[in-house]
């Protein structure tokens, strides 16, 4: 009797032995458990910068005043970021365009125009026709920012403080008037595309100041906008730009 019981607790003990390995072993055989991980934000080289700014323009003939206002500034650079050494300060070359808008304060435009001392640009008195609701001078550039910027904390560039100065260079690629006018009650649009003697290539400063990927920027154009002595009324006038930027990736 006694070995009998002996014997059905050793086959018991056995058999719960059996099973107990064979549970992990059905759990092998149906693979490792798939763990679900959040994508990493991508790391793109680089900064895909966005400014949003105000023009500012330094003219000396009153007939060209501008609304600051109506005036805007947009621009789309890509930078590439080189630290020097292990320091605190990066070397930023980039490219990208800059669309700039001069809104006109009187019902005026520009035009081309030719007498006997030959061909020249002008403003032209669009009151006559009646009805004027906008007029500016759009012009559009292909920039090549430079920039030499400092990081508080280099280490997390998406919240440290940073300060930079640079150097802008852009060659115009596009100009045009645009006037928006009513009339009996009709909403048009008139777009002349012309040079209107602006200077083609441009140069001036930039600087910054922000933390993480929100700046205040300021650019200063080194350059008339108008050829020497061929503008309206031959004049030297500049620009300011003073806006916002916006630092993407």
Not at 111 to 134: H, M
Not at 207 to 230: A, C, H, M, S, W
């Amino acid at each position: 009797m006694m070995k009998n019981l002996i014997a059905i607790l050793i086959l018991s003990t056995v058999s719960l032995s059996v099973m107990a390995e064979g549970v992990p072993q059905l759990k092998a055989e149906r693979g490792p458990m798939k763990i679900r991980k959040r994508q990493a934000r991508p790391d793109v080289p680089g900064h895909l910068l966005i400014e949003f700014g105000l023009n500012l323009l330094l003219n000396d003939d009153p007939a060209i005043e501008t609304e600051i206002l109506g005036s805007r500034t947009l621009n789309f650079y890509y930078l590439y970021d080189f630290r020097i050494a292990s320091s605190k300060f990066y070397f930023l070359p980039g490219i990208g365009v800059g669309l700039d808008r001069y809104k006109f304060d009187e019902d005026v435009t520009l035009a081309r125009t030719v007498d006997g001392l030959g061909e020249k640009v002008t403003t032209f008195d669009t009151i006559s026709t009646g009805g004027i609701k906008k007029s500016m001078l759009v012009t559009n550039y292909l920039d090549i920012p430079l920039e030499l910027r400092f990081y508080g904390n280099p280490e997390d560039q998406r919240r440290s403080f940073k300060v930079g100065v640079g150097l802008k260079v852009g060659m115009l690629m596009s100009s045009h008037t645009k006037i928006k006018m009513e009339q009996d009650g009709d909403i048009s649009k008139l777009k002349v595309k012309d040079n209107f003697n602006l200077t083609r290539f441009r140069y001036g400063v930039t600087g910054r100041i922000g933390v993480g990927g929100f700046n205040v920027f300021y650019y200063q154009n080194l350059t008339p906008l108008f050829e020497k002595d061929k503008g309206p009324n031959a004049t030297e006038a500049s620009n300011i730009t003073i806006g916002l930027s916006f630092t993407g990736f």
